[in-house]
């Protein structure tokens, strides 16, 4: 039988009418079997999503009237979802014993995992299905770093010892955590639950991974800036990883890993519209499938840009060695490196440089002697990515085409040696003009 892992996203476990959908779903088929889920999300716009609740939970654990205020909006809202389900889950029991807990381990990612926890418990119940906790079988090392191999080893065994015992039930599991191999809670960053989802499909070499979530698909742009963008029928997870580290936010940017090891491939789907045929993540696009010049187009604010220009630099062996060294005994990550012949921009994340702005700034006059040394801050990155570009001459023209009419400046241009992404970057004022007129780039897929 083919094997197909879901996972579910917050928004599809935020009430009781979203999780009876997400139970329609999953009975629908034989082969969705292996269920993961998110905590739950928001019911709507001014709605607090359970993670956050918990998380201040932790922060706020010395002031007392503080806590019971957030203890009682966690409590009320599983009280809801338990009971419109009908329901046998304590959750004043659960709710007690979590508190307890927190305070003997005292970390906010044990804390931040519950949310997750109380969905699986749920829809285990609601399902009669199986729970199988993450917690010590998604490991991580004492780096804090999954630890794939016995991750992959630890899941197959659990899943099978189910089986087992259970061949005819479905399986939930809470996304986002695991532990390390003392038992210390571990959290993966927010959206991580797509991660848990991908560990679990590569673990039993499952034919298909299924994502749904409140949208039919990736799309094109962001549709906070765009109006309508299309919704992308296919997507390499080369290029999906591109979209997604630059601000696509549909799927968590580590999530491709596990499963492109392998090949199996991802399906966006949309837990409101089911019939929806959404967006299909592969390692390659089908011959049959025309491929598109331009996948699509994701960027992201707040950025600062550190030019060096100094004579004969090329010269100067060791010289771009010693700057990134720099930036790595700082623990800060370099984004894009734009060089010339005698001039180099190193660009990273505003947040990250602030507090060290000054030393690093020092540092690099110290060790490296620069003619000129400049900062620019308040830059956005835009990627436009398609494996497809590297078949066309004319996207690049295209790209300084549109940017030329709609009267935006570009700041630095970079692109990979793949030549599957072009890297451009635009003033933080002309970020929103300069996606809204790129969206034109559409039009050139046909």
């Not at 905590?39 to 007392?64: E, F």
């Not at 338990?82 to 029991?93: A, G, P, Q, R, Y």
């Not at 906790?133 to 090392?141: A, G, K, R």
Request: hydrophobic share 40%.
């Amino acid at each position: 039988m083919k094997k197909t892992v879901v996972k579910f996203g917050g928004s599809s476990l935020a009430d009781s009418n979203q999780i009876i959908k997400v139970k329609d779903i999953i009975s629908s088929s034989e082969s969705r079997k292996y269920c993961v889920v998110s905590a739950a999300g928001k019911r709507n716009s001014a709605d607090d999503k359970i993670t956050d609740l918990l998380i201040s939970l932790y922060k706020n654990r010395d002031d007392k009237s503080k806590q019971e205020e957030i203890f009682a909006k966690i409590k009320d809202r599983f009280d809801g979802i338990v009971s419109d389900l009908n329901i046998d889950f304590d959750v004043d029991k659960e709710l007690t014993e979590m508190i307890a807990t927190s305070k003997s381990k005292n970390t906010v990612d044990y804390l931040a995992s519950r949310g997750e926890y109380f969905s699986a418990k749920i829809l285990s119940i609601y399902m009669n299905a199986k729970f199988l906790d993450m917690q010590n079988v998604i490991t991580f090392d004492d780096n804090k770093k999954v630890n794939y191999e016995l991750t992959y080893e630890n899941i197959s065994r659990e899943i099978d010892r189910i089986e087992k015992d259970f061949p005819d039930k479905k399986i939930i599991m809470p996304g986002f955590y695991g532990s390390t191999r003392d038992g210390e809670v571990v959290t993966f960053s927010r959206g991580g639950s797509d991660i848990t989802g991908a560990l679990v499909a590569r673990a039993i070499n499952a034919d298909l991974y299924e994502n749904w979530t409140d949208v039919s698909g990736v799309l094109f742009e962001d549709p906070r800036l765009v109006e309508n963008p299309a919704i992308i029928d296919y997507i390499t997870y080369t290029e999906l990883r591109e979209m997604s580290y630059m601000g696509a936010s549909v799927l968590h940017e580590e999530t491709v890993y596990p499963v492109s090891k392998v090949g199996i491939p991802i399906n966006i789907l949309n837990t409101n519209r089911p019939t929806d045929k959404g967006t299909m993540i592969v390692s390659s696009i089908p011959s049959i499938i025309k491929r598109r010049t331009v996948t699509g187009i994701a960027g992201r604010k707040g950025f600062t840009s550190i030019l060096l220009q100094k004579a004969l630099m090329n010269e100067e062996i060791g010289f771009l060695a010693r700057l990134l060294n720099i930036f790595d005994k700082e623990k800060i990550s370099v984004e894009h490196c734009p060089t010339g012949i005698d001039t180099i921009s190193v660009v990273v994340r505003s947040e990250l440089l602030n507090e060290k702005r000054q030393e690093i700034l020092d540092q690099i006059k110290k060790d490296l002697n620069p003619d000129v040394l400049s900062v620019e801050d308040n830059i956005s990155i835009i990627a436009i990515v398609g494996e497809g570009m590297v078949y066309s001459n004319d996207v690049t023209a295209e790209v300084f085409a549109i940017l030329r009419d709609a009267k935006v400046a570009v700041k630095m241009i970079d692109q990979g040696s793949s030549g599957i992404n072009i890297i451009i970057g635009v003033s933080d004022n002309d970020y929103e003009k300069a996606m809204k007129s790129l969206s034109k780039l559409q039009s050139i897929n046909n």
